[in-house]
Structure formats: C-alpha cells, structure tokens
C-alpha cells in the first residue's frame, strides 16, 4: 500500500529529445507527489510536484501529468541537456514534505 | 547556514561499532527528517522532528537506531553496535514547517567494514 514504482530503470535520450519517466502508487491518501533530481554525491533536490486537484504542472522545460483514476503520474522533460543527466526520483507523500515514499529512480542519461 | 549541511561526508567504522552522524538544517526550519538511501535505491524514511521533538519515528529499523534533536535546530542521528547492512548513505532534510518543500543536504556515506 505504500509502494512507489517508477520507470524506466534508466534512460538515454539525444540532446533536444523528450525524456519521459513513469511512477505509479498505490496508497490513494497520499495528497504530494514531488520530483527530485540527484547528481553524484549530492543530496537529491526538488524539481517540480503537483497535487491531485490539478492534472498537469508546467515548469520551464519540466511537466508533470497526473492521472488520479489510475493512480499514476509523469515527469516529461522537453529539449532534454546533456547537463540534465541525473537519477531522477519520484515520491509520494501526505502533508506535503513529511515521511515521502520514493520511487527506486531512473538514471538518465543526455547524449550530445 | 545557506543548506543543509551534514557532518562528516564519509564514515568508515567497524562492525559493532557507536557511530553519530551530524545534520544542521537551514536555520529557522522546524521540521527535519532523516532518510537513508541504499546503493541503487530511493531514499527511505527513517524518523521526522518538529522542533524538538521525534513526531514520528515509525522508519527507524530497529532499537540500534535513535535520533535527537535537543534544541530543535542541529540532529544527532546515532547508531551502535553497527552492523555491515547499515551502510548506506544517510541523508538528512529540513522544511520550514513540515508542509512545504523539503531540502535534503548532501547526506554521509556510513561504510561497515
């Protein structure tokens, strides 16, 4: 019931290429679901998230779909960069930051 | 400070061993959470602080595991008697409240050897 899953595992786009990362949860109280990026020896950062009274969030180059019937959402990002290679994590949540279930991460990578 | 800062990066200590890991979150945040993170996987949700008390700590594994957080700014994160599937990296996060963005420092890399 708490259980995040996300994929692909990894991912390799052309630079200026659509990456598309999926997550599905299974838990309907949570109310969050937030994107965080990490690079290598760092600690991850928050990139974009949406709440379920909305169906798509858009921030520069980043979009979030979100589909509540069938407990699933996205992570599109458009003119993907080779400075976007990253592990990508999804995560579920209630109350916002507090105790969030993450997925196992994508590990993308920008060819140039 | 202007992040999270987590002390020290890298922890390499023998099994059985007292290890305590430091976390100063961004100053004025009350909420702070520690999470670990296993080679390959998302971080897991070990224990949450508002201020100086552990609201919940539902994600910690086992009684080896205790946090505090005695003057609701800086957390101590402490493990005995350590065992090899404890390593990990451990990462610690603060919030302004708890119901807005969380911010993760860089996180200690814990190795049991």
């Known amino acids: 019931q708490q259980q995040v899953k996300q994929s692909p595992q990894s991912l390799i786009v052309q630079k200026g290429g659509i990456s598309i990362i999926n997550c599905a949860y299974e838990?309907?109280?949570?109310?969050?679901f937030p994107w965080y990026q990490q690079f290598p020896g760092k600690g991850p950062a928050l990139l974009i998230a949406?709440?379920?009274?909305?169906s798509e969030k858009k921030e520069g180059r980043f979009t979030i779909s979100f589909n509540k019937s069938a407990k699933q959402f996205s992570l599109h990002i458009m003119d993907s960069q080779p400075g976007d290679s990253a592990t990508y994590f999804c995560?579920?949540?209630?109350?916002?930051?507090?105790?969030?279930?993450f997925g196992s991460g994508t590990r993308l990578l920008v060819r140039p | 400070g202007a992040g999270v800062s987590q002390t020290p990066s890298n922890k390499v200590t023998e099994k059985g061993k007292y290890v305590e890991l430091r976390c100063d979150p961004i100053?004025?945040?009350?909420?702070l959470y520690w999470y670990r993170q296993s080679l390959g996987q998302g971080p897991e949700f070990l224990i949450y602080?508002?201020?100086?008390?552990?609201?919940?700590d539902s994600g910690l594994p086992n009684d080896r595991f205790f946090a505090v957080r005695p003057e609701g700014s800086v957390s101590t994160l402490k493990i005995q008697r350590t065992e090899r599937g404890d390593s990990a990296v451990y990462l610690c996060?603060?919030?302004?409240?708890?119901?807005?963005?969380?911010?993760f420092g860089q996180g200690t890399r814990l190795t049991v050897v």
């Open positions: 996060a603060s919030s302004l409240d708890g119901n807005t963005e969380a911010f």
């Open positions: 838990n309907t109280a949570f109310d969050y």
């Open positions: 949406i709440r379920p009274d909305v």
């Open positions: 995560a579920g949540g209630m109350d916002s930051s507090y105790k969030l279930i």
């Open positions: 100053s004025g945040h009350t909420a």
């Open positions: 602080f508002q201020g100086t008390g552990a609201a919940d």
